[in-house]
């Protein structure tokens, strides 16, 4: 390829718009003697041709009038943070597919499933009568034999890295701590780590949960399922959480924290993480030996 030189291209250009008579576009050009370049009048850019756009389509570009700037109101300023996500809607079939129903899936038990429907409704099916694939989305949670009950939500707020907030379609908000793990508690080692991985994987998500019994202090117990990722066996296995071996003989759990440890991930890449249940006592011990030695101590010091 031929490169011109500045000179050469400048050259060129003069000669392409220095003609007598010509005018360029912008209604001008350069006088043959004195090189120098002046418009005699303007001239306007030819207008690309406009067709019509079909009935009741708008421009991709122009923004939609909202209807209260229609009638003369300014619009009110849209949000810059990022709006939350819309309920779960599922459209639900009965078993002979005669009836069918719009509606947000609240809860379920072996034989039934609570819905919320469109115009704010609560109705309860028996599960027999719903279609097949319909039934299904309520016996996931039949894959924990000894949790067969199920909630359904978006989390709102994660406390750390084993509990989380989850609000129902129908606003009711229910404290969830996550079955048979137990992570960092906030104050020690690991715990702001934990609580930003489950943030990043559950915050914000509808979620499912298989659950059996609340804890002593009213907390639901249960698995909790974002799609299809099983976010307690996911925790441990990221290393962000131990096997609760306490309270849980969850095979699958202990083979993702024996995984962890072999990859040294998360609390595993130190060399004696504290597990939650030692943090826990240590501090209780402590707080108790304290309250002995102020108890003992005489009056007045």
């Not at 309270?247 to 504290?274: C, F, I, K, T």
Request: some cysteine; aromatic content about 8%; proline content about 8%.
């Amino acid at each position: 390829m031929v490169r011109l030189t500045a000179a050469v291209w400048v050259a060129l250009t003069a000669i392409a718009v220095a003609h007598p008579g010509g005018l360029d576009d912008q209604g001008g050009h350069h006088d043959r003697k004195t090189g120098k370049y002046h418009i005699h009048r303007p001239r306007p850019s030819p207008a690309a041709p406009m067709s019509s756009p079909p009935a009741g389509a708008t421009s991709s570009l122009a923004p939609t009038p909202s209807p209260i700037a229609a009638k003369g109101t300014a619009a009110p300023a849209k949000s810059p943070t990022k709006p939350a996500p819309e309920p779960d809607w599922h459209t639900w079939f009965s078993a002979d597919r005669a009836h069918r129903t719009r509606a947000v899936a609240m809860a379920s038990t072996p034989a039934e499933a609570t819905l919320w429907r469109e115009g704010e409704t609560v109705v309860r099916v028996p599960l027999a009568k719903l279609a097949q694939e319909s039934a299904a989305y309520f016996r996931w949670c039949h894959l924990h034999e000894t949790f067969p009950n199920g909630l359904y939500g978006r989390v709102v707020r994660v406390v750390d890295g084993d509990t989380v907030f989850v609000k129902q379609a129908d606003g009711t908000e229910l404290s969830i701590r996550l079955e048979g793990i137990d992570a960092p508690e906030s104050n020690q080692a690991g715990g702001a780590a934990a609580t930003a991985w489950l943030t990043k994987r559950a915050g914000g998500k509808w979620v499912k949960i298989a659950w059996r019994e609340r804890d002593r202090y009213g907390r639901i117990v249960g698995h909790v399922h974002a799609g299809v990722e099983w976010i307690n066996c996911d925790a441990v296995l990221a290393g962000h959480a131990w096997h609760f071996v306490k309270y849980s003989q969850d095979a699958m759990l202990a083979a993702a924290e024996a995984a962890a440890r072999h990859n040294r991930v998360g609390l595993w890449s130190e060399p004696d993480p504290v597990a939650p249940w030692d943090h826990r006592a240590a501090r209780k011990t402590a707080a108790a030996l304290k309250k002995a030695a102020l108890e003992a101590a005489p009056a007045g010091e």
